[in-house]
């Protein structure tokens, strides 16, 4: 797992530690030193800790003025246990949606396992999005199973095209559209122009 870094040919557009809105404003990171570990795998150097000792993320990309952030995620998710949910929401969600940010594109592909304890915290995000969105790009399908299970799939928009999406092939904005019209055709409502 250590090798596995968040996606950085974005970061020519955005770097979350230069932006003064984000939660990870003024970190420093290290290349060389391996200091966050997932049971007993070491990490890259690179994801953010948000305080869960199982899940981390990295904020690719956020745009206040359209309203989205593209967060990527590693690790297990782990409600039952860890309340990973609870620490997302609080400690990143609620900062972003401060910031105007009511639509999200959550990267799963590096998700490893989902555990489920309640759903308050998704309802309480899906309610605070208000006409925005949030779509689980990319899931395992045993995490999708299980988050369907759970019905956190009323919550996060998966599966469709959004199940095996080649998101790295897209400049960020031109992947907030993709997703935009999906989801706009999906709901009848309409898209964002760009």
């Not at 907030?176 to 760009?194: C, N, Q, T, W």
């Amino acid at each position: 797992m250590h090798d596995i870094e968040p996606h950085y040919n974005w970061r020519s557009y955005y770097v979350a530690s230069e932006d003064e809105r984000s939660p990870f404003y003024g970190r420093e990171y290290s290349e060389f030193e391996f200091t966050d570990q997932i049971y007993n795998y070491l990490i890259h150097p690179q994801w953010d800790s948000m305080g869960s000792p199982t899940l981390f993320i990295k904020i690719l990309y956020a745009d206040y003025d359209l309203g989205f952030a593209v967060i990527e995620l590693i690790g297990e998710w782990n409600d039952l246990l860890n309340n990973d949910i609870m620490f997302l929401k609080r400690d990143i969600i609620e900062i972003m949606l401060g910031e105007g940010v009511n639509k999200y594109v959550l990267v799963g592909e590096n998700v490893l396992n989902f555990h489920y304890s309640d759903d308050c915290y998704y309802e309480e995000w899906f309610e605070e999005v208000d006409d925005g969105w949030i779509v689980g790009l990319n899931f395992r399908e045993h995490v999708v199973e299980d988050m369907q299970v759970a019905n956190i799939d009323y919550y996060i928009d998966f599966g469709g095209e959004f199940g095996d999406m080649n998101w790295r092939t897209y400049a960020p904005h031109h992947l907030f559209y993709k997703i935009d019209s999906i989801i706009s055709k999906r709901l009848g409502m309409p898209a964002v122009e760009h």
